[in-house]
Each structure stands twice: as structure tokens, then as C-alpha cells.
Nanobody, 122 residues
């Protein structure tokens, strides 16, 4: 079983910054893509940013130039640096990761974190 634990959410004023972290643990052999999603009240969950094991990144148009995703493969951790935050960035942010795990056998996994609240308000 693979668990993802997020941290770093909170309340910030417009124009401020936050850094989210997500650490994966368990019997992990390898992690392919890792990403951040968000879900605002009454809206569907949407992809914010994703990063491959090789470091290729992809961003939602709404966050390009403001958010930066990065990862530490040795620590199985992904980060999301959020700058110039806007009220419309308010949402629960979820970490997602997929890869290969092992135990008595090997299997592919796709896991979600529990979510962390980000509120941008004055």
C-alpha cells in the first residue's frame, strides 16, 4: 500500500505565497508521474500541475508563470510552490502519484493524498 501525505496549506492574502509538499511512503519501487489537483466548492477536480520522473512538467493555463512543481526522487516527494496567489486559487489541493509497488508480488498503484486546504483571502 502506498500513502501520500500533504502539508503546507493555509490562509494567505492575495499576492502571497505558499509551498505545498507531498511525501509518498510504502513499498515503492518507482514513481512515474506526480501531480497536484485542486477542487473548489461546487466545481470539478482539476489538474493544476504534473511532473514526470524525468522532470518534464505540465501546468494548467490558469497557474502558468505563478506556480512551480518540483520533486525530489530520493525522498519520493513532490512540491508545489505557489506565488502571486489569487482568491480564485482557493480550493482543496490534492496530491496524486502513480507507479510500481512491491510486496509478495508487484503491482501498479495510483494514490491520492487526503487534501490540504488553501484559502486566499484578505
Amino acid at each position: 500500500q502506498v500513502q501520500l501525505v500533504e502539508s503546507g496549506g493555509g490562509l494567505v492574502q492575495p499576492g502571497g505565497s505558499l509551498r505545498l509538499s507531498c511525501a509518498a511512503s510504502g513499498s515503492i519501487f518507482s514513481i512515474n508521474a506526480m501531480g497536484w489537483y485542486r477542487q473548489a466548492p461546487g466545481k470539478q477536480r482539476e489538474l493544476v500541475a504534473a511532473i514526470t520522473s524525468g522532470g518534464s512538467t505540465n501546468y494548467a493555463d490558469s497557474v502558468k508563470g505563478r506556480f512551480t512543481i518540483s520533486r525530489d526522487n530520493a525522498k519520493n516527494t513532490v512540491y508545489l510552490q505557489m506565488n502571486s496567489l489569487k482568491p480564485e486559487d482557493t480550493a482543496v489541493y490534492y496530491c496524486n502519484a502513480g507507479g510500481i509497488a512491491y510486496g509478495s508480488s508487484w503491482w501498479g498503484f495510483g494514490s491520492w493524498g487526503q487534501g490540504t486546504q488553501v484559502t486566499v483571502s484578505s
